[in-house]
């Protein structure tokens, strides 16, 4: 959210408003308010306008830059548990935002090391299966690779 603001002499300022100048399209609120939600960003640059009037048609402008950074395996938090027992709660692996890594190869491992689940892009679609089958409770290992790097760890099934 950007949040701008004015005053002048008397404190009465008439109208706001805010204008996208630099950047890839991006979706947002209304335009004529001090507040302007922004949605819809990716890596890169933005620059927005934003123009204050007071009720004697005096103006003043000024203009804010967000730089947008590509986010890092590093930056996502990956749950450590989950439990795909049917009860439409915490029944798949979902790691939030994990989309805004690009295409990102999974692999998971049983304790002994055997490779039981491999996807190629994943999509937060983990239900603790191998071939089908509901794998039982206890420890898994993943491996996460992106364009921004790898990251591994554990995860634990329970029911």
Do not use: C
């Not at 795909?84 to 790691?95: A, R, T």
């Amino acid at each position: 959210m950007l949040n701008g603001s004015g005053t002048d002499e008397d404190g009465t300022i008439s109208r706001y408003e805010w204008e996208q100048i630099s950047g890839d399209n991006t979706t947002t609120s209304e335009l004529n308010f001090a507040q302007l939600m922004v949605g819809g960003l990716h890596e890169g640059e933005y620059q927005f306008k934003f123009t204050v009037t007071d009720n004697q048609g005096l103006t003043d402008t000024d203009t804010i830059k967000i730089t947008v950074l590509p986010l890092s395996i590093e930056d996502v938090n990956i749950p450590r548990l989950f439990s795909p027992n049917g009860d439409g709660i915490n029944d798949y692996w979902e790691i939030v935002n994990i989309q805004a890594l690009g295409e990102v190869d999974l692999r998971i491992y049983d304790s002994k090391g055997n490779e039981i689940y491999h996807s190629k892009n994943y999509t937060n679609d983990w239900g603790g299966t191998s071939n089908g089958r509901l794998l039982p409770s206890g420890p898994y290992f993943y491996e996460i690779s992106t364009r921004s790097g790898s990251r591994r760890g554990g995860v634990r099934i329970i029911y």
